[in-house]
């Protein structure tokens, strides 16, 4: 069931999953010509920093770039160690701060939490 948010509140604007996903992966389609199959699973990524709702804290950790920083060092480190190129990690990182950027958009993110709380 859908609320309508209050928007004499204050409280930010949850973004869709959809959105996080497809909006990207529209983007991608887009700018790159010769797309495949092999970008859905990435896209998967773009909901990853979503799940700090486990945490208790949503736009937390998962949210901050004391995460996502060592992520993506992890992503391309991974990617370089079994195939010596990078040729997914760019698509699979573009993913994940997508969901930054779009969360940015509708309402702020900490970028680093938990050594500060605002964003």
Not at 3 to 27: A, I, N, Y
Not at 58 to 64: K, V
Request: charged share 20%.
């Amino acid at each position: 069931m859908y609320v309508e948010p209050d928007r004499d509140s204050g409280e930010m604007e949850e973004m869709d999953v959809l959105t996080h996903v497809f909006l990207p992966l529209t983007l991608i389609y887009v700018v790159r010509r010769n797309f495949n199959e092999k970008l859905f699973p990435l896209a998967l990524l773009a909901v990853l920093p979503d799940f700090d709702v486990f945490t208790g804290i949503h736009r937390g950790l998962f949210h901050s770039l004391v995460f996502l920083a060592p992520l993506s060092a992890l992503i391309i480190g991974v990617e370089y160690a079994v195939s010596k190129r990078l040729r997914y990690s760019p698509i699979a990182l573009f993913f994940l701060y997508s969901h930054l950027a779009l969360d940015f958009l509708s309402g702020g993110v900490p970028f680093l939490y938990p050594f500060v709380e605002l964003g």
